[in-house]
């Protein structure tokens, strides 16, 4: 066997012609079946089986389909779309408003979420407690849950939301706000501010409708 001929894939039984092809446990895996089964790098298939690989897929199949059903009813900029029928939510690029991924979430998904200004906790909630830090917002230095307090900073470098979801293999998801040197109190650190509100204050009003409070 040449280097550009390595066999059949043990799955779907196509010739894997390229140097990229997987090893799983019964033999090699073609790139086609790799990307179904949500593998994009050949580490992620290391040590899965045919089993684990047609699972795999089912869940990226799933995934999909949910996707594909997803209707928003509401956007918030473009970080977060909702669908209010269906009691779903998915996080958007904070771009062009597009999908990051395939990652449409319930609403009885979300754990908690706090704001992060430069790794700093501004803001925090979820299950079991109410959102606190939010007369932070236009005020200036206030931290939760009594950190020391920093002076307030000139430059802010990043902003973000970070949600943790009831999902073991993929808890965290985030919602960027700022990812560059922005001014402390410029519009676009105001703006900002005042997304991160909308958002923490939808996230806490989707869990209340899901009942997990
Ligand atoms: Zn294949």
């Known amino acids: 066997m040449g280097l550009f001929s390595q066999g059949t894939c043990v799955l779907c039984g196509a010739p894997v012609k390229s140097m990229w092809a ?8 073609c790139k086609a079946c790799c990307r179904k089964a949500g593998y994009f790098s050949r580490s992620r298939a290391k040590n899965k089986t045919l089993d684990n690989v047609r699972a795999d897929m089912a869940r990226m199949e799933a995934a999909a389909a949910r996707q594909r059903a997803f209707e928003p009813t509401r956007t ?3 970080h977060l779309a909702i669908d209010e029928h269906k ?14 991924m395939s990652r449409v979430l319930d609403f009885s998904e ?3 979420y706090e704001l992060l200004e430069d790794g700093e906790t501004l803001a925090k909630g979820g299950l079991g407690r109410a959102l606190v830090g939010g007369a932070l917002f236009g005020g ?15 430059v802010i470098n990043s902003m973000k939301i970070k949600i943790t979801v009831r999902d073991m293999s993929n808890p965290v ?17 105001r703006l900002a501010q005042e ?6 204050s939808l996230l806490e009003l989707m869990q209340e409708l899901a009942g997990n409070v």
């Open 22 to 29: 997987a090893k799983i446990a019964e033999g090699l895996l």
């Open 76 to 78: 918030i900029g473009k």
């Open 87 to 100: 009691q779903q939510w998915q996080i958007l690029d904070g771009v062009t408003g597009k999908l990051i």
């Open 110 to 112: 979300i754990v908690s």
């Open 140 to 154: 200036v230095g206030a931290i939760v849950g009594g950190v020391t307090g920093k002076k307030s900073k000139n």
């Open 173 to 189: 998801v985030y919602v960027s706000l700022i990812s560059g040197k922005t001014k402390h109190n410029s519009l676009t650190h």
């Open 195 to 200: 997304t991160a509100q909308e958002i923490l």
